[in-house]
C-alpha cells in the first residue's frame, strides 16, 4: 500500500458544485496532515492543515478520520478558480512532507 | 507569509552538463531545508534534507554524488545536478522550514530539460 493514496480524477464539476476528495495513508503512527493546491507548473500551495476535529476555511472543510486512515476535503460552491490539483500530505519524521499524486479537479462553467 | 525564492524556474541543458538550482529563504533562517523531484502526473518525491552546517540526508535512490546538495547558510541551499542525462528532466523544487514553525514553505520550483 502507498504511504498516501489519492484518486487521481480528474473530477469535473460545474460551478456551484460540492465536491469531496478522499486520501488514504498508511502510517498509522502519522501526526499532521495537510491539504495543498497545486497549479500547473507551480509549487504547491498550503490549502488548510487537518486537525482531528476538523476544520473549516471558507467553503473549504477538512476532516481526519483516525480509525479509518484517510484525510477528506469538501469544496462547497465550486468556482473556476478552484480548477487545480490537491495533493494531500503527511508530515514525516523528518520535517518533510509525504505527498499523494494528487486528485486532479476541472470546475466547468 | 515566509518567503521563499528558487532560481531559476526554468533551465534547459545539455546532456553531460552540471545544472545549479538555488533556494534562498528570503525573511527567515531556515534550519531545514528540502528538495523535491516531480515527474509529470506523479507526487513531490523527497530527494534529500539537508540542515545548516551538515551534510545532507539522501533518501534511498538518490545519488548523492549526482545531487550535490549544499546548506553553507541559514538562508541559501543549493542543489547541483551533475552530469544530468534526459530522464533527470523533472520539476524540482524546494521547501524551507525554521525549527520554531511546524509549516515548510515551498521555492517556486525549477523546470529542468535535459536535451
Redesign the interface.
Known sequence: RKEVEQDPGPFNVPEGATVAFNCTYSNSASQSFFWYRQDCRKEPKLLMSVYSSGNEDGRFTAQLNRASQYISLLIRDSKLSDSATYLCARGGSQGNLIFGKGTKLSVKP | GAVVS?HPSRVICKSGTSVKIECRSLDFQAT?M?WYRQFP??????MA?SNEGSKA?YEQGVEKDKFLINHASLTLSTLTVTSAHPEDSS?Y?C?A?TGYV???F????T?LTVV
Open positions: 528558487q531545514t528540502f502526473k506523479q507526487s513531490l518525491m523527497l534534507t540526508t520539476f523544487i521547501s522550514r511546524t509549516e515548510a515551498f521555492g517556486q520550483g523546470r
